[in-house]
Protein backbone atom coordinates (compact mmCIF):
# COMPACT_ATOMS: atom_id res chain seq x y z
CA UNK A 1 0.00 0.00 0.00
CA UNK A 2 1.69 3.35 -0.85
CA UNK A 3 1.41 6.21 1.60
CA UNK A 4 -1.08 9.43 1.17
CA UNK A 5 0.63 12.19 3.04
CA UNK A 6 -2.03 14.18 5.01
CA UNK A 7 -5.28 12.43 4.07
CA UNK A 8 -6.41 12.80 7.04
CA UNK A 9 -5.61 16.53 6.98
CA UNK A 10 -3.51 18.47 9.24
CA UNK A 11 -3.68 20.47 12.62
CA UNK A 12 -2.40 23.63 12.46
CA UNK A 13 -2.24 25.59 15.75
CA UNK A 14 -5.85 25.65 16.89
CA UNK A 15 -7.10 24.68 14.17
CA UNK A 16 -7.39 21.34 11.70
CA UNK A 17 -8.12 21.83 7.70
CA UNK A 18 -9.19 18.53 5.95
CA UNK A 19 -9.30 18.75 2.14
CA UNK A 20 -12.66 17.86 0.47
CA UNK A 21 -13.30 17.67 -3.23
CA UNK A 22 -16.62 18.00 -4.70
CA UNK A 23 -17.78 15.17 -6.44
CA UNK A 24 -21.30 14.23 -8.26
CA UNK A 25 -22.65 12.56 -5.59
CA UNK A 26 -22.06 16.12 -3.82
CA UNK A 27 -24.31 17.97 -5.99
CA UNK A 28 -27.68 18.40 -6.84
CA UNK A 29 -30.06 19.36 -9.82
CA UNK A 30 -29.69 23.06 -8.65
CA UNK A 31 -25.87 22.79 -10.07
CA UNK A 32 -24.53 23.64 -6.40
CA UNK A 33 -23.83 21.08 -3.42
CA UNK A 34 -27.08 19.33 -1.70
CA UNK A 35 -27.24 21.45 1.24
CA UNK A 36 -27.27 18.48 3.57
CA UNK A 37 -23.87 17.15 2.50
CA UNK A 38 -22.45 20.42 4.09
CA UNK A 39 -22.96 18.46 7.08
CA UNK A 40 -21.55 15.44 6.19
CA UNK A 41 -18.26 17.36 5.25
CA UNK A 42 -18.15 18.94 8.67
CA UNK A 43 -18.35 14.97 10.43
CA UNK A 44 -15.75 13.45 7.78
CA UNK A 45 -13.22 16.95 9.61
CA UNK A 46 -14.28 15.77 13.28
CA UNK A 47 -13.23 12.42 12.59
CA UNK A 48 -9.97 13.11 11.14
CA UNK A 49 -9.31 15.62 13.69
CA UNK A 50 -9.80 12.86 15.86
CA UNK A 51 -8.15 10.49 14.23
CA UNK A 52 -4.82 12.89 14.15
CA UNK A 53 -5.07 13.11 17.96
CA UNK A 54 -5.04 9.28 18.20
CA UNK A 55 -9.36 8.72 18.37
CA UNK A 56 -10.41 6.32 16.63
CA UNK A 57 -14.55 5.62 16.11
CA UNK A 58 -13.72 1.82 15.42
CA UNK A 59 -11.70 1.11 18.73
CA UNK A 60 -14.88 3.26 20.31
CA UNK A 61 -17.23 1.39 19.37
CA UNK A 62 -15.65 -1.82 20.38
CA UNK A 63 -13.89 -0.26 23.32
CA UNK A 64 -12.72 -3.75 25.61
CA UNK A 65 -11.94 -1.78 29.09
CA UNK A 66 -14.45 1.53 28.67
CA UNK A 67 -17.37 -0.64 26.95
CA UNK A 68 -18.92 0.21 23.76
CA UNK A 69 -19.31 4.15 23.47
CA UNK A 70 -19.81 6.81 20.06
CA UNK A 71 -20.21 10.96 19.22
CA UNK A 72 -23.37 11.72 18.15
CA UNK A 73 -24.67 14.75 17.34
CA UNK A 74 -27.15 16.64 19.79
CA UNK A 75 -27.57 20.39 17.89
CA UNK A 76 -26.39 22.44 14.84
CA UNK A 77 -26.51 25.90 13.69
CA UNK A 78 -25.92 25.94 10.15
CA UNK A 79 -25.75 28.81 8.01
CA UNK A 80 -25.57 28.72 4.42
CA UNK A 81 -24.30 31.23 2.51
CA UNK A 82 -23.00 30.78 -0.61
CA UNK A 83 -23.00 27.63 -2.90
CA UNK A 84 -19.76 25.35 -3.86
CA UNK A 85 -19.66 23.44 -6.84
CA UNK A 86 -18.86 20.29 -8.61
CA UNK A 87 -14.88 19.89 -9.06
CA UNK A 88 -14.34 22.39 -6.23
CA UNK A 89 -11.65 22.30 -3.70
CA UNK A 90 -13.61 22.89 -0.51
CA UNK A 91 -11.55 23.06 3.17
CA UNK A 92 -13.39 21.99 5.84
CA UNK A 93 -11.97 23.95 9.69
CA UNK A 94 -12.73 22.61 12.26
CA UNK A 95 -11.99 24.60 16.44
CA UNK A 96 -12.95 23.32 19.55
CA UNK A 97 -14.41 25.50 21.87
CA UNK A 98 -15.57 24.02 24.60
CA UNK A 99 -15.17 20.36 26.04
CA UNK A 100 -17.08 19.74 29.36
CA UNK A 101 -18.30 16.69 31.21
CA UNK A 102 -19.80 14.91 28.23
CA UNK A 103 -20.15 17.28 25.50
CA UNK A 104 -17.70 19.41 22.93
CA UNK A 105 -18.54 22.19 21.24
CA UNK A 106 -17.35 22.87 18.08
CA UNK A 107 -17.15 26.08 15.34
CA UNK A 108 -16.56 24.36 11.88
CA UNK A 109 -16.53 26.01 8.56
CA UNK A 110 -16.38 24.97 5.00
CA UNK A 111 -14.23 26.93 2.79
CA UNK A 112 -13.27 27.86 -0.72
CA UNK A 113 -9.86 29.96 -1.19
CA UNK A 114 -10.46 31.45 2.15
CA UNK A 115 -13.74 32.67 1.77
CA UNK A 116 -16.91 31.02 4.05
CA UNK A 117 -19.60 29.12 1.88
CA UNK A 118 -20.56 27.55 5.28
CA UNK A 119 -20.06 27.90 9.08
CA UNK A 120 -21.80 25.60 11.85
CA UNK A 121 -22.01 25.75 15.77
CA UNK A 122 -21.96 22.18 16.93
CA UNK A 123 -22.69 20.33 20.00
CA UNK A 124 -21.37 16.29 20.23
CA UNK A 125 -21.75 14.27 22.83
CA UNK A 126 -20.12 11.21 23.72
CA UNK A 127 -22.84 8.90 24.67
CA UNK A 128 -22.22 4.63 26.07
CA UNK A 129 -24.20 1.67 24.41
CA UNK A 130 -27.83 2.62 25.83
CA UNK A 131 -27.41 6.34 24.43
CA UNK A 132 -26.75 7.83 27.82
CA UNK A 133 -24.49 10.85 27.71
CA UNK A 134 -20.75 9.64 29.26
CA UNK A 135 -17.88 11.94 30.64
CA UNK A 136 -15.19 11.33 28.49
CA UNK A 137 -12.20 8.92 29.13
CA UNK A 138 -8.87 10.12 30.55
CA UNK A 139 -6.85 9.38 27.38
CA UNK A 140 -9.67 10.73 25.24
CA UNK A 141 -10.32 13.84 27.56
CA UNK A 142 -6.29 14.52 27.27
CA UNK A 143 -5.63 13.95 23.83
CA UNK A 144 -8.21 16.31 23.45
CA UNK A 145 -7.06 19.03 25.86
CA UNK A 146 -3.66 18.89 23.83
CA UNK A 147 -5.40 20.72 21.01
CA UNK B 1 -49.47 3.65 -13.57
CA UNK B 2 -51.07 2.95 -11.01
CA UNK B 3 -52.56 5.91 -7.74
CA UNK B 4 -50.46 5.94 -5.14
CA UNK B 5 -52.64 7.57 -2.47
CA UNK B 6 -51.36 10.19 0.02
CA UNK B 7 -47.28 9.86 -2.06
CA UNK B 8 -46.84 13.27 -1.01
CA UNK B 9 -48.18 13.28 2.57
CA UNK B 10 -50.95 15.10 3.72
CA UNK B 11 -52.26 18.46 4.48
CA UNK B 12 -53.88 18.51 7.56
CA UNK B 13 -55.11 22.13 8.90
CA UNK B 14 -51.74 24.01 9.43
CA UNK B 15 -49.65 21.55 9.04
CA UNK B 16 -48.26 19.14 6.15
CA UNK B 17 -47.33 15.43 7.06
CA UNK B 18 -45.60 13.07 5.24
CA UNK B 19 -44.55 9.59 6.12
CA UNK B 20 -41.21 8.46 5.59
CA UNK B 21 -39.68 4.74 6.20
CA UNK B 22 -36.37 4.36 7.22
CA UNK B 23 -33.84 2.40 4.71
CA UNK B 24 -30.83 1.01 4.80
CA UNK B 25 -29.40 3.66 3.09
CA UNK B 26 -30.37 6.14 5.97
CA UNK B 27 -28.60 4.49 9.36
CA UNK B 28 -25.00 4.08 9.77
CA UNK B 29 -22.79 2.09 11.92
CA UNK B 30 -23.77 3.13 15.05
CA UNK B 31 -27.61 1.41 14.37
CA UNK B 32 -29.26 5.33 14.19
CA UNK B 33 -30.17 7.53 11.49
CA UNK B 34 -27.26 9.38 10.08
CA UNK B 35 -27.74 12.75 11.30
CA UNK B 36 -27.57 14.64 7.89
CA UNK B 37 -30.21 12.21 7.17
CA UNK B 38 -32.62 14.42 9.28
CA UNK B 39 -32.05 17.18 7.05
CA UNK B 40 -32.66 14.89 3.48
CA UNK B 41 -36.44 13.94 5.37
CA UNK B 42 -36.99 17.47 6.32
CA UNK B 43 -36.45 18.52 2.53
CA UNK B 44 -38.60 15.85 1.13
CA UNK B 45 -41.22 17.15 3.63
CA UNK B 46 -40.80 21.34 2.03
CA UNK B 47 -41.12 19.40 -1.58
CA UNK B 48 -44.14 17.85 -0.76
CA UNK B 49 -46.13 20.64 0.80
CA UNK B 50 -45.19 22.95 -2.25
CA UNK B 51 -46.03 19.76 -4.33
CA UNK B 52 -50.05 19.76 -2.91
CA UNK B 53 -50.02 23.58 -3.14
CA UNK B 54 -48.74 23.47 -6.72
CA UNK B 55 -45.41 24.63 -6.74
CA UNK B 56 -43.23 22.34 -8.49
CA UNK B 57 -39.15 22.42 -8.89
CA UNK B 58 -38.64 21.38 -12.14
CA UNK B 59 -41.40 23.88 -13.79
CA UNK B 60 -39.53 26.39 -11.47
CA UNK B 61 -36.20 25.83 -12.96
CA UNK B 62 -37.80 25.73 -15.83
CA UNK B 63 -39.81 28.40 -15.72
CA UNK B 64 -41.25 30.78 -19.04
CA UNK B 65 -42.60 33.77 -17.86
CA UNK B 66 -40.67 34.25 -14.58
CA UNK B 67 -37.23 33.08 -15.59
CA UNK B 68 -35.34 30.01 -13.77
CA UNK B 69 -35.58 30.23 -10.00
CA UNK B 70 -35.15 27.89 -6.99
CA UNK B 71 -35.52 27.41 -3.10
CA UNK B 72 -31.54 27.60 -1.14
CA UNK B 73 -31.49 26.66 2.26
CA UNK B 74 -30.06 29.67 3.92
CA UNK B 75 -30.39 28.55 7.77
CA UNK B 76 -30.91 25.99 9.62
CA UNK B 77 -31.08 25.23 13.31
CA UNK B 78 -31.63 21.82 14.20
CA UNK B 79 -32.02 19.99 17.34
CA UNK B 80 -31.22 16.10 17.39
CA UNK B 81 -33.25 14.98 20.37
CA UNK B 82 -33.54 10.84 20.23
CA UNK B 83 -32.48 8.36 17.20
CA UNK B 84 -34.90 6.71 14.55
CA UNK B 85 -33.62 3.31 13.85
CA UNK B 86 -33.93 1.16 10.66
CA UNK B 87 -37.75 -0.18 9.61
CA UNK B 88 -38.91 2.94 11.41
CA UNK B 89 -42.04 5.00 10.26
CA UNK B 90 -41.10 8.40 10.50
CA UNK B 91 -43.60 11.42 9.91
CA UNK B 92 -42.10 14.41 9.13
CA UNK B 93 -43.85 17.47 10.16
CA UNK B 94 -43.81 20.89 8.15
CA UNK B 95 -45.37 24.13 9.20
CA UNK B 96 -44.69 27.73 7.75
CA UNK B 97 -44.23 30.41 10.68
CA UNK B 98 -43.72 33.19 8.22
CA UNK B 99 -43.17 34.92 4.77
CA UNK B 100 -41.51 37.86 3.86
CA UNK B 101 -39.88 39.31 0.42
CA UNK B 102 -37.94 36.43 -1.00
CA UNK B 103 -37.96 34.79 2.50
CA UNK B 104 -39.91 31.72 3.91
CA UNK B 105 -39.79 30.84 7.78
CA UNK B 106 -40.33 27.29 8.40
CA UNK B 107 -40.80 24.85 11.33
CA UNK B 108 -40.47 21.10 11.16
CA UNK B 109 -40.12 18.13 13.39
CA UNK B 110 -38.91 14.44 12.87
CA UNK B 111 -41.94 12.38 14.78
CA UNK B 112 -41.92 8.73 15.38
CA UNK B 113 -45.47 7.32 17.14
CA UNK B 114 -45.95 11.54 17.93
CA UNK B 115 -42.67 11.74 19.98
CA UNK B 116 -40.19 14.21 18.83
CA UNK B 117 -37.01 12.64 17.19
CA UNK B 118 -35.51 16.13 15.59
CA UNK B 119 -36.79 19.41 15.12
CA UNK B 120 -35.73 22.54 13.30
CA UNK B 121 -35.73 26.03 12.18
CA UNK B 122 -35.34 26.01 8.49
CA UNK B 123 -35.26 29.57 6.39
CA UNK B 124 -35.43 28.81 2.91
CA UNK B 125 -35.03 31.64 0.05
CA UNK B 126 -35.99 32.22 -2.86
CA UNK B 127 -32.98 32.71 -5.90
CA UNK B 128 -33.01 33.86 -9.18
CA UNK B 129 -30.68 31.91 -11.79
CA UNK B 130 -27.75 34.24 -10.26
CA UNK B 131 -28.62 33.43 -6.37
CA UNK B 132 -29.80 36.57 -6.35
CA UNK B 133 -32.90 36.53 -3.93
CA UNK B 134 -35.82 37.25 -5.62
CA UNK B 135 -39.90 37.99 -4.35
CA UNK B 136 -42.55 34.86 -4.52
CA UNK B 137 -44.31 35.48 -7.60
CA UNK B 138 -48.12 36.40 -6.78
CA UNK B 139 -49.39 32.52 -7.78
CA UNK B 140 -46.62 31.10 -5.73
CA UNK B 141 -47.29 33.54 -2.53
CA UNK B 142 -50.83 33.77 -2.77
CA UNK B 143 -50.73 29.35 -2.77
CA UNK B 144 -48.64 28.96 -0.24
CA UNK B 145 -51.37 32.17 2.27
CA UNK B 146 -53.76 29.70 1.95
CA UNK B 147 -51.62 27.38 4.15
CA UNK C 1 -50.36 8.07 14.30
CA UNK C 2 -52.49 8.33 10.83
CA UNK C 3 -52.45 5.33 8.52
CA UNK C 4 -50.97 5.36 5.42
CA UNK C 5 -51.81 3.10 2.43
CA UNK C 6 -49.51 1.60 0.53
CA UNK C 7 -46.77 2.76 2.29
CA UNK C 8 -44.92 -0.27 1.60
CA UNK C 9 -46.07 -0.50 -1.98
CA UNK C 10 -47.86 -3.48 -3.23
CA UNK C 11 -47.85 -6.79 -4.09
CA UNK C 12 -49.35 -7.81 -7.47
CA UNK C 13 -49.37 -11.10 -8.75
CA UNK C 14 -45.57 -12.11 -9.10
CA UNK C 15 -44.00 -8.69 -8.76
CA UNK C 16 -43.84 -6.10 -6.36
CA UNK C 17 -44.06 -2.42 -6.96
CA UNK C 18 -42.90 1.05 -4.86
CA UNK C 19 -43.78 4.34 -5.83
CA UNK C 20 -40.39 6.60 -5.13
CA UNK C 21 -40.85 10.39 -5.86
CA UNK C 22 -37.36 11.81 -7.09
CA UNK C 23 -36.43 14.79 -4.79
CA UNK C 24 -33.04 17.14 -4.63
CA UNK C 25 -31.34 14.64 -2.77
CA UNK C 26 -31.35 12.22 -5.72
CA UNK C 27 -29.90 14.67 -8.72
CA UNK C 28 -27.06 15.44 -9.45
CA UNK C 29 -25.70 18.98 -11.20
CA UNK C 30 -26.19 16.92 -14.52
CA UNK C 31 -30.00 17.26 -13.83
CA UNK C 32 -30.64 13.76 -13.87
CA UNK C 33 -30.51 10.86 -11.30
CA UNK C 34 -26.89 10.31 -9.68
CA UNK C 35 -26.55 6.66 -11.20
CA UNK C 36 -25.72 4.75 -7.80
CA UNK C 37 -29.41 6.51 -6.37
CA UNK C 38 -30.77 3.57 -8.53
CA UNK C 39 -29.23 0.91 -6.64
CA UNK C 40 -30.73 2.34 -3.04
CA UNK C 41 -34.36 2.75 -4.96
CA UNK C 42 -34.07 -0.77 -5.55
CA UNK C 43 -32.47 -1.80 -1.99
CA UNK C 44 -35.90 0.13 -0.52
CA UNK C 45 -37.72 -1.84 -3.02
CA UNK C 46 -36.31 -5.66 -2.19
CA UNK C 47 -36.72 -3.88 1.80
CA UNK C 48 -40.48 -3.23 1.74
CA UNK C 49 -41.45 -6.67 -0.54
CA UNK C 50 -39.53 -8.50 2.13
CA UNK C 51 -42.11 -6.05 5.18
CA UNK C 52 -44.93 -7.23 3.24
CA UNK C 53 -43.94 -11.33 3.35
CA UNK C 54 -43.48 -10.66 7.62
CA UNK C 55 -39.45 -10.18 6.68
CA UNK C 56 -38.08 -7.29 8.84
CA UNK C 57 -34.50 -5.96 8.68
CA UNK C 58 -34.37 -5.04 12.55
CA UNK C 59 -36.02 -8.48 13.59
CA UNK C 60 -33.30 -9.99 12.17
CA UNK C 61 -30.45 -8.31 12.98
CA UNK C 62 -31.53 -9.30 16.96
CA UNK C 63 -32.88 -12.66 16.00
CA UNK C 64 -33.85 -14.66 19.69
CA UNK C 65 -33.49 -17.86 18.31
CA UNK C 66 -31.87 -17.86 15.14
CA UNK C 67 -29.15 -15.66 15.88
CA UNK C 68 -28.13 -12.12 14.36
CA UNK C 69 -28.33 -12.37 10.34
CA UNK C 70 -28.62 -10.28 7.90
CA UNK C 71 -29.03 -9.81 3.84
CA UNK C 72 -26.10 -8.64 1.57
CA UNK C 73 -25.68 -8.08 -2.17
CA UNK C 74 -23.06 -10.26 -3.84
CA UNK C 75 -23.70 -9.03 -7.25
CA UNK C 76 -25.46 -6.65 -9.58
CA UNK C 77 -25.28 -6.25 -13.24
CA UNK C 78 -26.97 -2.71 -13.55
CA UNK C 79 -28.13 -1.13 -16.89
CA UNK C 80 -28.44 2.69 -16.80
CA UNK C 81 -31.14 3.02 -19.53
CA UNK C 82 -32.51 6.32 -19.68
CA UNK C 83 -32.36 9.65 -16.84
CA UNK C 84 -34.78 10.13 -14.20
CA UNK C 85 -35.38 13.69 -12.95
CA UNK C 86 -36.33 15.79 -10.04
CA UNK C 87 -40.01 15.73 -9.39
CA UNK C 88 -40.57 11.94 -11.34
CA UNK C 89 -42.75 9.64 -9.75
CA UNK C 90 -41.17 6.50 -10.40
CA UNK C 91 -42.00 2.71 -9.45
CA UNK C 92 -39.54 -0.07 -8.43
CA UNK C 93 -40.47 -2.94 -9.40
CA UNK C 94 -39.28 -6.42 -7.81
CA UNK C 95 -39.24 -9.81 -9.21
CA UNK C 96 -37.67 -13.17 -7.31
CA UNK C 97 -36.62 -15.61 -9.81
CA UNK C 98 -34.69 -18.00 -7.67
CA UNK C 99 -34.13 -18.93 -4.43
CA UNK C 100 -31.27 -21.78 -3.24
CA UNK C 101 -29.42 -22.33 -0.12
CA UNK C 102 -28.34 -18.99 1.07
CA UNK C 103 -29.10 -16.68 -2.35
CA UNK C 104 -32.28 -15.07 -3.95
CA UNK C 105 -31.49 -14.10 -7.73
CA UNK C 106 -34.19 -10.90 -8.44
CA UNK C 107 -34.97 -8.83 -11.59
CA UNK C 108 -35.45 -5.21 -10.35
CA UNK C 109 -36.79 -2.35 -12.26
CA UNK C 110 -37.14 1.10 -11.83
CA UNK C 111 -39.84 2.64 -14.39
CA UNK C 112 -41.60 5.74 -15.43
CA UNK C 113 -45.17 5.68 -16.88
CA UNK C 114 -44.02 1.90 -18.02
CA UNK C 115 -40.81 3.00 -19.40
CA UNK C 116 -38.03 1.18 -17.97
CA UNK C 117 -35.44 3.80 -17.02
CA UNK C 118 -33.11 1.08 -15.34
CA UNK C 119 -32.66 -2.71 -14.88
CA UNK C 120 -30.57 -4.87 -12.79
CA UNK C 121 -30.14 -8.41 -11.85
CA UNK C 122 -29.33 -8.83 -8.37
CA UNK C 123 -27.69 -11.42 -6.23
CA UNK C 124 -28.75 -11.34 -1.91
CA UNK C 125 -27.20 -13.43 0.25
CA UNK C 126 -28.45 -14.49 3.55
CA UNK C 127 -25.47 -14.14 5.93
CA UNK C 128 -24.47 -15.02 9.47
CA UNK C 129 -22.93 -12.78 12.17
CA UNK C 130 -19.73 -13.88 10.48
CA UNK C 131 -20.36 -13.09 7.41
CA UNK C 132 -20.56 -16.20 6.53
CA UNK C 133 -23.68 -17.62 4.01
CA UNK C 134 -27.06 -19.17 5.99
CA UNK C 135 -29.11 -21.29 4.88
CA UNK C 136 -32.91 -19.29 4.73
CA UNK C 137 -34.37 -19.63 8.13
CA UNK C 138 -37.89 -21.86 7.29
CA UNK C 139 -40.33 -19.66 8.28
CA UNK C 140 -38.54 -17.23 5.46
CA UNK C 141 -38.30 -19.62 2.98
CA UNK C 142 -42.12 -20.30 3.20
CA UNK C 143 -42.89 -16.70 3.26
CA UNK C 144 -40.50 -15.88 0.04
CA UNK C 145 -42.07 -18.92 -1.57
CA UNK C 146 -45.40 -17.59 -1.44
CA UNK C 147 -44.68 -15.11 -3.77
CA UNK D 1 -4.86 27.83 1.06
CA UNK D 2 -2.53 24.99 1.68
CA UNK D 3 -0.96 22.71 -0.97
CA UNK D 4 -2.84 18.85 -0.75
CA UNK D 5 -0.36 16.37 -1.81
CA UNK D 6 -2.06 13.53 -3.97
CA UNK D 7 -5.31 14.57 -3.44
CA UNK D 8 -6.73 13.53 -6.14
CA UNK D 9 -5.13 10.45 -6.22
CA UNK D 10 -1.89 9.28 -8.56
CA UNK D 11 -1.37 7.62 -12.13
CA UNK D 12 1.26 4.82 -11.77
CA UNK D 13 1.93 3.28 -14.87
CA UNK D 14 -1.56 1.94 -17.01
CA UNK D 15 -3.66 2.28 -13.64
CA UNK D 16 -5.17 5.53 -11.38
CA UNK D 17 -5.24 5.01 -7.69
CA UNK D 18 -7.32 7.06 -4.77
CA UNK D 19 -6.94 6.53 -1.41
CA UNK D 20 -10.45 6.71 0.16
CA UNK D 21 -11.41 6.83 3.87
CA UNK D 22 -14.51 5.01 5.47
CA UNK D 23 -16.43 7.99 7.61
CA UNK D 24 -19.78 7.51 9.71
CA UNK D 25 -21.50 8.47 6.13
CA UNK D 26 -20.64 5.60 4.26
CA UNK D 27 -21.40 2.92 6.48
CA UNK D 28 -25.16 1.33 7.43
CA UNK D 29 -26.62 -0.64 10.61
CA UNK D 30 -25.28 -3.71 9.16
CA UNK D 31 -21.52 -1.89 10.48
CA UNK D 32 -20.20 -2.60 6.82
CA UNK D 33 -20.27 0.31 4.09
CA UNK D 34 -23.59 0.86 1.85
CA UNK D 35 -23.18 -1.64 -0.99
CA UNK D 36 -24.61 1.44 -3.18
CA UNK D 37 -21.72 3.85 -1.53
CA UNK D 38 -18.73 1.54 -3.46
CA UNK D 39 -20.17 3.35 -7.07
CA UNK D 40 -19.31 6.44 -5.22
CA UNK D 41 -16.09 5.78 -4.69
CA UNK D 42 -15.94 4.58 -7.95
CA UNK D 43 -17.14 7.59 -9.41
CA UNK D 44 -14.32 9.51 -7.21
CA UNK D 45 -11.59 7.46 -9.25
CA UNK D 46 -12.90 8.40 -12.26
CA UNK D 47 -13.47 11.83 -11.96
CA UNK D 48 -9.67 12.10 -10.30
CA UNK D 49 -7.79 10.23 -12.90
CA UNK D 50 -9.80 12.23 -15.98
CA UNK D 51 -8.89 15.25 -13.33
CA UNK D 52 -5.45 14.76 -13.54
CA UNK D 53 -5.27 13.77 -17.34
CA UNK D 54 -6.61 17.40 -17.92
CA UNK D 55 -10.17 16.47 -18.75
CA UNK D 56 -12.74 18.58 -16.02
CA UNK D 57 -16.48 17.82 -15.30
CA UNK D 58 -17.33 21.94 -15.46
CA UNK D 59 -15.26 22.61 -18.24
CA UNK D 60 -17.18 19.74 -20.18
CA UNK D 61 -20.50 21.04 -18.81
CA UNK D 62 -20.25 24.97 -19.95
CA UNK D 63 -17.92 24.16 -22.90
CA UNK D 64 -17.59 27.23 -25.39
CA UNK D 65 -16.78 25.38 -28.61
CA UNK D 66 -17.56 21.74 -28.22
CA UNK D 67 -21.12 22.40 -26.80
CA UNK D 68 -22.15 20.91 -23.30
CA UNK D 69 -21.56 17.52 -22.79
CA UNK D 70 -21.05 15.32 -19.98
CA UNK D 71 -20.21 11.36 -18.96
CA UNK D 72 -23.24 8.84 -18.26
CA UNK D 73 -22.67 5.41 -16.85
CA UNK D 74 -24.64 2.99 -18.92
CA UNK D 75 -23.92 0.07 -17.80
CA UNK D 76 -22.19 -1.60 -14.21
CA UNK D 77 -21.51 -5.27 -13.74
CA UNK D 78 -20.50 -4.84 -9.45
CA UNK D 79 -19.14 -8.04 -7.64
CA UNK D 80 -19.02 -7.23 -4.14
CA UNK D 81 -16.79 -9.48 -2.59
CA UNK D 82 -15.77 -8.72 1.38
CA UNK D 83 -17.26 -5.64 3.87
CA UNK D 84 -15.15 -2.37 4.19
CA UNK D 85 -15.59 -1.04 7.77
CA UNK D 86 -15.24 2.46 9.54
CA UNK D 87 -12.02 4.08 9.46
CA UNK D 88 -11.12 1.88 6.83
CA UNK D 89 -8.24 3.45 4.23
CA UNK D 90 -9.27 2.37 0.41
CA UNK D 91 -7.34 2.90 -2.48
CA UNK D 92 -9.87 2.65 -5.86
CA UNK D 93 -8.07 1.24 -8.77
CA UNK D 94 -9.14 2.63 -12.46
CA UNK D 95 -7.70 0.86 -15.95
CA UNK D 96 -8.98 1.69 -18.63
CA UNK D 97 -9.71 -1.42 -21.19
CA UNK D 98 -10.87 0.34 -24.45
CA UNK D 99 -12.50 3.36 -25.44
CA UNK D 100 -14.18 3.52 -28.97
CA UNK D 101 -16.80 6.35 -30.30
CA UNK D 102 -18.34 7.61 -27.61
CA UNK D 103 -17.60 4.74 -25.10
CA UNK D 104 -15.28 4.12 -22.50
CA UNK D 105 -14.79 0.53 -21.15
CA UNK D 106 -13.21 0.94 -17.35
CA UNK D 107 -12.11 -2.43 -14.63
CA UNK D 108 -12.48 -0.86 -11.34
CA UNK D 109 -11.36 -2.40 -7.90
CA UNK D 110 -11.85 -1.08 -4.54
CA UNK D 111 -8.71 -2.59 -2.42
CA UNK D 112 -7.67 -2.57 1.30
CA UNK D 113 -3.94 -3.80 1.72
CA UNK D 114 -3.80 -5.33 -1.57
CA UNK D 115 -7.19 -7.26 -1.03
CA UNK D 116 -10.15 -6.75 -3.42
CA UNK D 117 -13.16 -5.77 -1.50
CA UNK D 118 -15.31 -4.78 -4.41
CA UNK D 119 -14.44 -5.14 -8.10
CA UNK D 120 -16.52 -3.42 -11.33
CA UNK D 121 -16.75 -3.19 -15.02
CA UNK D 122 -17.83 -0.07 -15.99
CA UNK D 123 -19.29 1.17 -19.34
CA UNK D 124 -19.31 4.92 -19.75
CA UNK D 125 -20.75 7.07 -22.47
CA UNK D 126 -20.23 10.50 -23.39
CA UNK D 127 -23.27 12.55 -24.42
CA UNK D 128 -24.17 15.93 -25.31
CA UNK D 129 -27.32 18.11 -24.10
CA UNK D 130 -29.72 16.32 -25.22
CA UNK D 131 -28.31 12.85 -24.01
CA UNK D 132 -27.33 11.62 -27.77
CA UNK D 133 -23.61 9.34 -27.68
CA UNK D 134 -21.08 12.36 -29.02
CA UNK D 135 -17.92 11.20 -29.97
CA UNK D 136 -14.86 12.15 -27.65
CA UNK D 137 -13.09 15.57 -28.82
CA UNK D 138 -9.43 15.59 -30.12
CA UNK D 139 -8.25 16.99 -27.35
CA UNK D 140 -9.47 14.18 -24.56
CA UNK D 141 -8.79 11.43 -26.81
CA UNK D 142 -5.60 12.07 -26.79
CA UNK D 143 -5.64 13.20 -23.58
CA UNK D 144 -6.80 9.29 -22.61
CA UNK D 145 -5.04 7.69 -25.06
CA UNK D 146 -1.49 8.35 -23.27
CA UNK D 147 -2.95 6.72 -20.28
Given at each position: MTEWKDLAGRIEKDRHVLPVRVY????DFSGA????NYLKFCERGRSDCLRLLGVHHHEMHW?????RMGFVVRRMLCDFRKPARIDDLLEIETRFREMRGARMELDQKVLRECETLFAAQVTVVLVDAAGRPKRFPKAMAEALKTF
Open positions: YEDTVYHAHETEG
